[in-house]
């Protein structure tokens, strides 16, 4: 039986890669120790949520675990303004590292 199911999960793969139509989904962690030229590591876990207590709700000091911190902005914010946060952050992070590449 597995067989089977992994038989029809290489098809769906399949399936949606020739349909352009896969998301890739590598998890949090395919970040980890990514520093850009400035030595600014991108925010995980509990970095991550004191961001979003800084920027997002606007209490700097305030230490909250990740998924505190993200359900109290999601209902504050509404769940696109925090979807969007993460993104942000990697652009500002990567805006630095490709300036910094480029002066070198």
């Known amino acids: 039986m597995a067989d089977t199911e992994s038989l029809h999960a290489?098809?769906?793969?399949?399936?949606?890669?020739?349909?352009?139509?896969a998301s890739l989904f590598l998890g949090a962690g395919i970040n980890a120790g990514i520093k850009n030229n400035d030595g600014i590591a991108f925010p995980l876990g509990v970095s991550l949520?004191?961001?979003?207590?800084?920027?997002l709700l606007e209490r700097p000091?305030?230490?909250l675990p990740l998924d505190e911190a993200a359900e109290i902005a999601r209902h504050r914010m509404g769940?696109?303004?925090?979807?969007?946060?993460p993104k942000?952050?990697?652009?500002?992070?990567?805006?630095?590292?490709h300036s910094s590449a480029e002066s070198s």
Request: aromatic share 8%; with cysteine; net charge positive.
């Open 10 to 21: 290489v098809h769906t793969i399949c399936d949606r890669l020739t349909e352009r139509s």
């Open 61 to 63: 000091g305030l230490s």
């Open 88 to 97: 942000t952050v990697f652009r500002s992070l990567m805006r630095r590292y």
């Open 49 to 55: 949520g004191q961001l979003i207590c800084e920027r």
């Open 79 to 85: 769940a696109r303004a925090l979807r969007r946060y």
